[in-house]
């Protein structure tokens, strides 16, 4: 008989096993998922502002802020204050000048000067007519402040309410956080006949400044770019540096600025802007409907509104205006 060799597995103990003996192994677990993406990194643009206090200080310099609430924060962090004492900001001035004012564009050579808290005050209003003779802006950052007082009206009558006044309460009612054409309606509503209270939070002032009632001409209002380029922030995505608007951008934004203002009392040349972009290449008013409702539909502008911007910037395209 021919001799087979016996086949052994492998040792276990220093002892041989038989091929049945041997266990499977487990397959390797599979590598873990990576983690799910967090919102996308937007890169901070490296450009160098200065600014100051604009009742005093010295000056700062500041860069990487990508939208209103992240300028807040780098200024706030030079000068060693809260973001929240910051009530707005103007350019190159000062003053409570409401031509001045920062929306969402910073020319790259402008000099940002900021407003900080300053005497709160409480004013008793009576509405004698429907409107109170208020223009409504906010800052972008969760505070709502007057742009403009109508002279001979109501507010026009209480001379302890000044341009440039942050409404922090009506009635009690903290309206901090909300938006400008949320304050509007809140005030639009407000019964006739009936008092009512506003807690107001002026812009600490300067010694050269005490005094002053600022009142706003409507001509030139938001002009507020100096040379060929400005910083554009976005209340979503990233800062962008872009061409200051042309002849027909800029009028079409000073006309749907004053419809703004007209239909809901408000007054915001970033909104103004961002309509006229979502309807400068449409061809007609149901696509530019929705591509408003696309960008701005927390809003819901009312029909009537949407028609009048739809023919203010046809008329400016096509140089009825």
């Known amino acids: 008989l021919d001799s087979q060799p016996c086949q052994l597995g492998p040792m276990q103990n220093g002892e041989a ?18 983690p799910p993406p967090g919102p996308p990194e937007y890169p901070r643009p490296r450009l160098i502002f200065h600014t100051q206090l604009a009742h005093g200080s010295p000056t700062g310099r500041i860069h990487g802020f990508t939208n209103v609430k992240e300028l807040y924060a780098k200024i706030a962090e030079v000068f060693n204050i809260s973001p929240s004492e910051i009530l707005f900001c103007t350019l190159n001035s000062h003053k409570v000048d409401m031509q001045k004012l920062l929306g969402g564009q910073i020319g790259l050579e402008d000099f940002i000067f900021a407003h900080i808290r300053g005497e709160t005050k409480e ?6 007519e429907d409107a109170l003779g208020l223009t409504i802006t906010d800052n972008g950052a969760g505070y709502a402040f007057i742009k403009r007082i109508k002279e001979g009206s109501t507010i026009d009558r209480l001379k302890t309410v000044c341009v440039g006044d942050h409404i922090e309460a009506i009635n009690d009612q903290s309206i901090v956080g909300c938006r400008h054409y949320e304050v509007a309606k809140m005030l639009k509503e407000q019964p006739r006949g009936i008092p009512f209270t506003l807690r107001l939070v002026g812009p600490k002032k300067a010694f050269d400044m005490i005094g002053m009632r600022t009142r706003v001409p409507k001509s030139n209002e938001g002009k507020m770019v100096n040379g060929k380029e400005t ?4 209340s979503k995505g990233a800062a962008t540096v872009q061409e200051v608007q042309n002849e027909f951008e800029e009028q079409a934004t000073k006309k749907v600025d004053d419809l703004l203002e007209s239909y809901m009392g408000i007054r915001d040349l970033e909104l103004a802007t961002t309509i006229v972009e979502a309807g400068k290449d449409k061809k007609n008013p149901d696509d530019f409907a929705e591509a408003l409702d696309s960008v701005l539909g927390d809003f819901a502008f009312p029909d009537v509104f949407l028609f009048d911007v739809w023919g203010a910037i046809g008329d400016v395209k096509n140089g009825r205006i």
């Open 17 to 34: 096993m038989s091929p049945q003996d041997t266990k499977p192994t487990a397959p390797p677990l599979p590598p873990p998922s990576p």
């Open 123 to 128: 004013v008793e209003v009576t509405k004698t």
């Open 231 to 234: 910083l554009r922030l976005r």
